[in-house]
């Protein structure tokens, strides 16, 4: 009598290996940490911003443009690497020039008086524009406040 070869399919041979997620628990504590310390973006502050800069018949004085510009500045860029790092959406060339004209411009000094106003303004303008782009292709959520 014959006896048949112990397994045959090689299938049966297979011994799985441990999964080892890629990265170091350095790496996962980093991550965690930044997603505690994330807070998402102040959609309806930004537009409140927009409008007293970009409406207002009063300008703000000199020491709250440098505020506004640091604020819009700081939104521009938040609102840049949301509308350029996320692959299910390429970025238009309109939304690419649109954040490299925002970065061109937060990065000019921003000086006193009427230059201050106008590049306050320019920047304001150009993260409005921005934020319609985003909103539309993306569909970031603004919530209308009523209160």
Same mark, same amino acid.
């Given at each position: 009598?014959?006896? $048949? +070869? ?14 080892? +997620?890629?990265?170091?628990?350095? %790496? ?8 505690? $310390? ?41 609102? =840049?690497?949301? $509308? #350029?790092? %996320? ?11 649109? $954040?490299?004209? *925002?970065?061109?411009? *937060? ?5 006193? *008086? ?11 303008? #150009?993260?409005? %524009? ?5 909103? =539309? #292709? ?10």
């Amino acid at each position: 009598m014959e006896v $048949a +070869p112990p397994a045959a399919h090689p299938l049966s041979r297979h011994v799985p290996t441990r999964h080892v +997620p890629p990265g170091t628990p350095d %790496d996962y504590k980093a991550l965690v940490a930044r997603l505690r $310390a994330w807070t998402p973006l102040p959609v309806s502050e930004i537009v409140a911003t927009l409008e007293r800069t970009l409406e207002s018949t009063a300008p703000p004085c000199d020491q709250e443009l440098v505020y506004i510009h640091w604020q819009l500045r700081s939104w521009h860029e938040r609102l =840049s690497h949301i $509308a #350029t790092a %996320d692959r299910r959406f390429p970025p238009t060339a309109d939304v690419l020039r649109l $954040a490299e004209s *925002g970065r061109a411009i *937060g990065s000019e000094p921003i000086g006193g *008086g009427t230059k201050a106003l106008g590049v306050v303004r320019r920047l304001a303008s #150009t993260l409005l %524009d921005l934020l319609d782009e985003v909103t =539309s #292709t993306q569909g970031l959520r603004v919530d209308q406040d009523d209160t």
